[in-house]
Structure formats: C-alpha cells, structure tokens
T-cell receptor
Framework: GENVEQHPSTLSVQEGDSAVIKCTYS??????FPWYKQELGKGPQLIID?????GEKKDQRIAVTLNKTAKHFSLHITETQPEDSAVYFC??????????FGPGTRLSVLP | DVKVTQSSRYLVKRTGEKVFLECVQD?????MFWYRQDPGLGLRLIYF???????EKGDIPEGYSVSREKKERFSLILESASTNQTSMYLC?????????????FGPGTRLTVT
C-alpha cells in the first residue's frame, strides 16, 4: 500500500520568510496530492491540491510542485504571516482510492 | 458552506466502556470517513462509507465498528474502550468517489480512556 513521508516535523520561520515542506510517496499509482492545514482546535482544511498531469500549481502565496519520477511533492509558502502557523498535512491518493496522509509538519511563524 | 459536526469536543471514558462518537454532515455527501490523529502518525483511516448501510475497513479498524443508518450520520463505536484508543478522532465527508474529491473535516473529538 501507499506510504507517505513528510519533512520536517517542525519548522520555525521568521515572518516574511518562505517555508517549504516536502513529502515523498511510494505508490506510483498515486495521482492526486492534496495539502491540508489544521489550525488549533479545528479540523484539517484543504488549501491546495495537485494532480499528476501537472508539475506545479500556485494560489497566491502558496504553491505546490510535483516530481512524479522522484515520487515527491512540496508545499511552498512565501511571505509567511502569523496566521500561517498551523499543522500541515500532505496526502497521496491512487485513483478512486482513499487518501494516505503524511505525519504532519508544525509550522511556526515568528514575529 | 459545508458543515461537519461531531457530537463532543472532549470525552473521558473508563476502560471497558462502550463509546459512541457521532458525526453529522449537512451537504448530502455520499462519502463519510473516520480517522484517528496521533502525534507523529498523522491521520489514519479507521472506517469509511460510500453509502447508507455500507461500510468498509480502513487501515486500522481493529477495536472499532461503525454504523450508517442515514446518509447524513456516521457513527464510530468503541465496543470496549481501551487506553490505547486515547486519541483525537476526526470525521470527514466528501461528495463523490473518484479522483480528488475534497474531504471536509469536523472539529474532532478528543477521547481520553482512563
């Protein structure tokens, strides 16, 4: 079955700097890769996703890149703000199957 | 706005008790999921359901069962709670099967078994 690894487990950045979180997956059949953000006391919420026919996707300050050959994908957050502080989860999903989530990254944006 | 609600935010139960965690979604979604969240392990799928009265085991179903009698409601049952079931439980729903249906999560229930 699919296995998703995620690094780093914790990340601290200064406000205004960029943050990068990396994930690797094992199942070459995976073709959908969402990223979820979980704020304190709330359930995870989808922030961006990418499908296997696309190498990069951007939405304002966040972007995701996908390298299918190497089986890894990354989340990039630019110009970080205090409200970006949260736990971020990547996930991988083979077509029509359930998500397998990574272990999460706790991002702290320091003022 | 999709809303997924869970019956309790915090729950404390004793070892051996039967525990019911309830989840309700208001957007007529076909799919519903139960996950548990533990530090360093991420979200792990316990059970899921693609339709009323239908259920499928996820990755860690041992010690749990589920019930889906109505489309909007998905219940997780711990038949005999144990201390290793102390965790955060998250319910989610999504509108369809297939590639990339967004899952909408509830706020979670933090269960402590003593």
């Amino acid at each position: 079955g699919e296995n998703v690894e995620q690094h780093p487990s914790t990340l601290s950045v200064q406000e205004g700097d960029s943050a990068v979180i990396k994930c690797t997956y094992s199942d070459s059949a995976s073709n959908y890769f969402p990223w979820y953000k979980q704020e304190l006391g709330k359930g995870p919420q989808l922030i961006i996703d990418i499908r296997s026919n696309v190498g990069e996707k951007k939405d304002q300050r966040i972007a995701v890149t996908l390298n299918k050959t190497a089986k890894h994908f990354s989340l990039h957050i630019t110009e970080t703000q205090p409200e970006d502080s949260a736990v971020y989860f990547c996930a991988a999903s083979p077509y029509g199957q359930n998500f397998v989530f990574g272990p999460g990254t706790r991002l702290s944006v320091l003022p | 706005d999709v809303k997924v609600t869970q019956s309790s935010r915090y729950l404390v139960k004793r070892t051996g008790e039967k525990v019911f965690l309830e989840c309700v979604q208001d957007m007529d979604h076909e799919n519903m999921f139960w996950y548990r969240q533990d530090p360093g392990l991420g979200l792990r799928l316990i059970y899921f359901s693609y339709d009323v009265k239908m259920k499928e085991k996820g990755d860690i179903p041992e010690g749990y069962s589920v019930s889906r009698e109505k489309k909007e409601r998905f219940s997780l049952i711990l038949e005999s709670a144990s201390t290793n079931q102390t965790s955060m439980y998250l319910c989610a729903s999504s509108p369809q099967t297939g590639l990339g249906p967004e899952q909408y999560f509830g706020p979670g229930t933090r269960l402590t078994v003593t």
